[in-house]
C-alpha cells in the first residue's frame, strides 16, 4: 500500500528534519493508559474537590496540553482499549456490552488495521507493556501454554505484561507469545485462578514501570522511532499500592494507588529526558473509564474527594463520570505548555492521529471513527474535529454527543449507578435523556420534552453512523454484529 504526505505533516516534520537527523525526524509516540482513574483524580484538573497529590500529572499538564473533553469510547475496559487501537468504535463488534476474561479468544480481527500495524509500515518499533484485556487465544488446562494470538500477532514487535485486569486469571507475566514461568499453582484476587508461583499483584506496577523504563532507555539509542503502548494496571482492582505509597494518600488505599500511579508516569517521563528523546517524543496520558464504584466512593466524598468532579457517574456509566477522562498531551517539540482545549474528542483518535503525523493515508477499512488530533496540538483547528462522538456504557446503552447537546437512549445509568437498569426507579422515568452540558455537566435536568426536534436530530445521525458503519468520511463500511440502539432493560 502506497502512503502520502499530507501538507499538513509535511508541515510538521519539516522543522525537524536535517541530513544527520532524516532516521529520527518522525517523533517517537508513547501512550500511557491508567485503568480506572477518574477525571477528578487528577489534581489540576479538580483543584477543589480533589484531595490526591498528583504532581507529576500536574507537571505534564503545565508543560503540554489539557483536553478537557475527552472521553473514552466506552464506559469499560475491553471496548476502550478495542477502539483505541483501532480507530472504530468498540460497539461495531460482537462484544455489545461487559467485558472480556483473562482467556478470552481475540477482539481485534487478524486483518483489521492497528495503530501499531500502521506505525511499523512507516518504520516504527512498537510496544505494548501492561495490560492487554483483548482477548490472546490462551489454551486453558496447561502449565506453560503458548499463545496463539496476542499483541504480537496484532501489530506489536514486543510484549510483556498480563492478559487481562489485575483481578481476572491466569495470574502470570507474559513476555510476547509465552508466560514467563508455569502456571503451577492457585491464587485469588478478587477472582480465582491458575497462577505462577512467584507473582504476585502488588509487584505488578512496578514491575511493567521497569520494563517501559527499560525499553525507553534501549529504544532511544537505536535511532529508530517507536511507538510504546503503556496500559497501566493501577488504579484498577485489586488495589494493591506497595508499601513505599501506603498512607501517603490519606484517602485509603485506592488514593495511595493513585499516587503511585502517578509515580509511574514519572519514571516514564525520566526516561525519556535522561535519554535525551523527550522534546521529540509525543507522551498521551489518558485513562480508559471513569473511577469504580469499588474504590469506595462514598467514603472519599465524606473526606473531600470526588472523583468524577462535578461529574455524574462513575466506571460502567452512560453519564459523563463514566467516560469522560483525564487527558494530557506532551510534545515540547510542537505542542505550547500550558495549553488547553476544548474539543470534543475520543480515544479512537489515536489512529487518525498518527497517520497525520506520519504522513500515511489510511484505507477505507481502518480508522472508521477517528479524527485526527493533530490540528488541535498544533492549535490549528478553525472548527470542531468531530461531528459528533457516540458514547457506550457497560450494559450497552448508547449516547451521542454533539456540541453542548447530549442524547442519552435509556431512562437510567446503562451501568453501576441509579437508576440501574431493570430498577423500579428507572420503570417510572422518560425513556430518552437529553442534557445541555452548557449549563447542566452533571447531567441533572432531563430536557427531552422541551427539545423533541434534537432528540430526533441526534437519533438520526446515530442511526446513520450505524447505518454507514462510520462516523468519518469514507467508503460504507460493515459492523460485525447486528446493532440495537435501544436495549431492552
Same mark, same amino acid.
Given at each position: ?6 501538507? #499538513? ?15 529520527? *525526524? ?18 489540576? #484538573? ?8 498528583? /504532581? @507529576? ?39 455489545? *456490552? *461487559? ?39 490462551? /489454551? ?35 513476555? @510476547? %507469545? ?69 498512607? +501517603? ?57 470526588? !472523583? ?8 460502567? %456509566? ?23 482545549? =476544548?474539543? &470534543? ?35 490549528? =483547528?478553525?472548527? !470542531? ?55 447542566? #455537566? ?19 445521525? &446515530? ?23 435501544? +436495549?431492552?432493560?
Amino acid at each position: 500500500m502506497k502512503y502520502t504526505l499530507s501538507l #499538513l505533516a509535511t508541515l510538521l516534520l519539516a522543522p525537524l528534519a536535517s541530513p544527520s537527523a532524516a532516521q529520527t *525526524s518522525q517523533p517517537n509516540i508513547v501512550y500511557i493508559l491508567a485503568d480506572d482513574l477518574g477525571y477528578g483524580d487528577v489534581q489540576c #484538573l479538580n483543584p477543589q474537590r480533589g484531595k490526591i497529590k498528583t /504532581p @507529576n500529572l500536574d507537571k505534564l499538564a503545565s508543560q503540554g496540553m489539557t483536553f478537557t473533553d475527552a472521553h473514552s469510547s466506552s464506559s469499560v475496559c475491553t471496548p476502550t482499549r478495542y477502539g483505541l487501537l483501532t480507530g472504530r468504535y468498540n460497539w461495531r463488534t460482537s462484544l455489545q *456490552s *461487559s467485558v472480556l476474561s483473562g482467556y478470552s479468544k481475540p477482539l481485534i480481527a487478524a486483518d483489521r488495521l492497528t495503530v501499531p500495524a500502521l506505525l511499523k509500515q512507516q518504520g516504527y518499533t512498537t510496544a505494548c507493556i501492561g495490560k492487554w484485556h483483548l482477548g490472546m487465544g490462551i /489454551p486453558e488446562g496447561q502449565p506453560s501454554p503458548q499463545l496463539t494470538d496476542g499483541p504480537t500477532t496484532r501489530g506489536f514487535d514486543y510484549y510483556f505484561g498480563i492478559s487481562a485486569s489485575l483481578d481476572m486469571p491466569p495470574f502470570a507475566y507474559i513476555e @510476547n %507469545d509465552r508466560f514467563t514461568e508455569p502456571l503451577t499453582t492457585t491464587k485469588k484476587w478478587q477472582r480465582t485462578g491458575a497462577a505462577a508461583a512467584s507473582f504476585e499483584a502488588v509487584d505488578v506496577l512496578p514491575k511493567l514501570t521497569q520494563k517501559a523504563v527499560e525499553y525507553v532507555s534501549k529504544q532511544a539509542k537505536s535511532g529508530k522511532p517507536f511507538f510504546l503502548y503503556f496500559p497501566l494496571t493501577s488504579p484498577h482492582t485489586p488495589i494493591l499500592p506497595t508499601k513505599e505509597w501506603q498512607g +501517603k494518600s490519606s484517602l485509603g488505599k485506592y488514593g495511595d494507588f493513585v499516587m503511585a500511579t502517578d509515580a509511574a508516569l514519572g519514571e516514564v517521563m525520566a526516561a525519556l529526558k535522561k535519554a535525551g528523546v523527550d522534546k521529540n517524543t509525543l507522551v498521551i496520558f489518558t485513562s480508559d473509564n471513569g473511577c469504580s464504584k469499588a474504590a469506595g466512593i462514598p467514603a472519599m466524598q465524606a473526606k473531600g474527594h470526588f !472523583p468524577s468532579a462535578e461529574l455524574r457517574g462513575s466506571k460502567s %456509566d452512560i453519564f459523563d463520570g463514566g467516560h469522560r477522562v483525564p487527558f494530557f498531551a506532551h510534545w515540547p517539540a510542537k505542542v505550547k505548555a500550558g495549553s488547553k482545549s =476544548a474539543q &470534543l474528542i475520543c480515544h479512537t483518535d489515536l489512529m487518525a492521529t498518527c497517520a497525520e503525523i506520519v504522513g500515511a493515508k489510511l484505507p477505507d477499512n481502518a480508522g472508521e471513527d477517528s479524527v485526527s488530533l493533530l490540528p488541535a496540538l498544533l492549535d490549528t =483547528a478553525k472548527a !470542531p474535529l468531530h461531528e459528533a462522538v457516540v458514547h457506550h456504557s457497560i450494559e450497552g446503552a448508547f449516547a451521542i454527543r454533539q456540541g453542548n447537546w447530549k442524547l442519552e437512549l435509556c431512562a437510567d445509568s446503562g451501568g453501576w449507578s441509579v437508576p440501574v437498569p431493570g430498577s423500579p426507579e428507572a420503570k417510572l422515568l422518560p425513556t430518552t435523556q437529553l442534557y445541555d452540558l452548557s449549563n447542566d #455537566l452533571a447531567e441533572a435536568k432531563n430536557v427531552q420534552a422541551e427539545h423533541p426536534e434534537v432528540v430526533a436530530r441526534l437519533t438520526k445521525l &446515530l442511526e446513520r453512523y450505524i447505518a454507514e458503519g462510520r462516523s468519518t468520511p469514507g467508503a460504507k463500511q460493515t459492523n460485525d454484529a447486528v446493532i440495537q440502539i435501544r +436495549k431492552k432493560s
